[in-house]
């Protein structure tokens, strides 16, 4: 299979713990996106890279979310001090890079924050 | 701002009768739209993409849509429903000018088949 993964799919942690996410994009793209979708909304943008460079944060990042790209290849979020709010489905997706090209997207890790 | 409004949370259709999905954008640019769909436990998929060239996009398994600029609507349709179809859809407009840029999307309509 030579779509994004996303690792884990589902992560049941308590309130005030770290979390980590790693995104492997398809391979080839340059461009990396990391998206948040909560139940019965759309999915909102969080950041996203051109190879190892952050191109932009959105407000929605607090600054207990961090995400890299060290390589140019994989990605992690990192999620500090969870809270309940931080529940939802992290979504990741790439693309070649170049105008007008699709993002494909993984299959997303479920965060649950009790 | 670039943004999208589904009009519609949720739409019912019966087998073989036609879909339409309606979706309105705000834009400061030239505005690249595309259509998401969504089926339960199953990734993001495109159905189709808007990038200024034709204003009638055809996409997969029979969907498409029109982009009209005096109406600021791209509205999905599709002739005939199949139980397939049902989904969670998304109408999507780029966060910049430029196609390659992070997503903003709307709140997504479910659409339901009845056999």
């Known amino acids: 299979d030579t779509g994004v993964s996303q690792d884990p799919r589902h992560k049941i942690t308590k309130r005030g713990q770290n979390v980590t996410f790693r995104c492997d994009p398809i391979?080839?793209?340059?461009?990396l996106y990391w998206y948040r979708q909560t139940l019965g909304q759309g999915p909102e943008f969080l950041t996203y890279?051109?190879?190892?460079?952050?191109?932009?944060k959105s407000r929605l990042l607090s600054d207990r979310f961090s995400a890299e790209r060290p390589k140019g290849s994989f990605s992690t979020l990192e999620i500090q001090r969870t809270e309940q709010g931080d529940s939802a489905m992290y979504l990741c997706?790439?693309?070649?890079?170049?105008?007008?090209?699709?993002?494909?997207f993984g299959p997303g890790t479920r965060l649950t924050v009790l | 701002a670039q943004s999208v409004t589904q009009l519609d949370s949720h739409v019912s259709v019966s087998e073989g009768t036609p879909v339409l999905l309606r979706c309105n954008y705000s834009?400061?640019?030239?505005?690249?739209l595309f259509w998401y769909v969504q089926h339960p436990n199953k990734g993001l998929q495109l159905l189709l993409k808007?990038?200024?060239?034709?204003?009638l996009v055809k996409g997969i398994n029979g969907f498409e849509a029109e982009f009209k600029k005096s109406e600021t609507s791209f509205h999905l349709t599709k002739p005939s429903a199949h139980m397939s179809d049902a989904a969670e859809y998304f109408c999507?407009?780029?966060?910049?000018?430029?196609?390659?840029?992070?997503?903003?999307f709307g709140k997504g309509t479910r659409l339901s088949v009845i056999a």
């Open positions: 999507v407009v780029t966060l910049g000018p430029s196609g390659n840029t992070p997503l903003v």
């Open positions: 808007y990038t200024s060239a034709a204003t």
């Open positions: 834009s400061s640019y030239s505005p690249s």
């Open positions: 890279f051109q190879n190892e460079a952050q191109l932009e």
């Open positions: 391979s080839e793209h340059n461009r």
């Open positions: 997706a790439s693309s070649p890079g170049t105008q007008y090209n699709e993002q494909f």
